[in-house]
């Protein structure tokens, strides 16, 4: 009878363990990466042997590392800007526009992100073989925007099938045309989901590596790529640092948009 009243106290004690050990499971690996960059020796080695930026300095300095984070940002901000205008469109026509077979449609929307990105970028590599146009750069974005737009649909149709439509319909019925119904009453009630696309949206492509591999063209190598080449002949902190690069310009994109937009309200996605 007396243990009766800690039985809610252990499982409570359970949960949070529990909870604390996937956080730990999951940023282990980024805590290694930062370790690695911080590290004063060319290797792995825990513990650290002290702390040095001389990685960080190494990357910057690198002409090649500086071009391909150049090029990555280009290629991520342009394929944010038309995964986000494509998938939101497609999103509101899916759920607006009572298409026949919308169910078939919404699977291959989404149908990119169950495929394995490699395939996806050997098909796209063999499709521009096939019409000879070589490897420009709006065919990389092409390519980024292909397995982007999931994102954006995904995250759009959640915020859709939540939506007040009544709202809609006050606004039609006090004069506002289909356009300023759409830009002054959907739109900002669905930007939280588009928002949410487009942060997806940007890191996908910024780290996106399989599509990448066979759509760069030597000289122009996207951030991914050039570390995978760095690889190949050598291994030191410069990896780390570049690693930890990207993590933190991911950090910073979505804290922007909390500062800009408001990210809380993803939370009910």
Same mark, same amino acid.
């Given at each position: ?80 800007? =038309? /995964?986000?205008?494509? @998938? %939101? ?9 009572? +298409? #026949?077979? !919308? ?66 319909? =006050? /606004?039609?019925?006090? @004069? %506002? ?9 959907? +739109? #900002?009630? !669905? ?79």
């Amino acid at each position: 009878m007396t243990t009766a009243p800690f039985t809610p106290r252990i499982g409570r004690f359970c949960y949070l363990a529990l909870n604390v050990a996937v956080v730990v499971f999951l940023l282990a690996p980024i805590a290694i990466v930062f370790v690695f960059a911080l590290n004063p020796t060319p290797y792995i080695q825990f513990p650290p042997v002290g702390v040095s930026l001389r990685w960080f300095e190494k990357f910057f300095a690198s002409r090649d590392f500086m071009n391909a984070l150049r090029l990555s940002l280009e290629v991520a901000v342009m394929t944010t800007v =038309a /995964a986000t205008l494509f @998938g %939101a469109s497609a999103a509101l026509a899916l759920a607006r526009g009572g +298409l #026949p077979g !919308t169910r078939v449609i919404t699977a291959i929307m989404l149908s990119p992100l169950m495929l394995p990105a490699i395939l996806t970028g050997l098909a796209l590599f063999q499709t521009y073989v096939l019409l000879d146009v070589g490897r420009p750069l709006w065919g990389l974005v092409l390519g980024h925007t292909l397995v982007s737009i999931p994102y954006v649909v995904r995250t759009t149709l959640a915020v859709l099938q939540n939506f007040d439509t009544r709202l809609e319909e =006050a /606004a039609r019925n006090l @004069g %506002a045309g289909p356009l300023r119904t759409y830009f002054e009453v959907t +739109l #900002p009630l !669905t930007k939280p989901g588009v928002m949410a696309g487009a942060v997806f949206a940007f890191i996908v492509s910024f780290d996106q590596f399989p599509v990448s591999l066979f759509l760069v063209s030597p000289g122009r190598e996207t951030l991914p790529i050039t570390l995978f080449n760095y690889l190949k002949f050598d291994l030191d902190g410069t990896i780390g640092a570049a690693s930890v690069v990207s993590i933190l310009l991911a950090v910073l994109v979505v804290v922007g948009l909390d500062r800009t937009v408001g990210l809380r309200s993803y939370a009910k996605l």
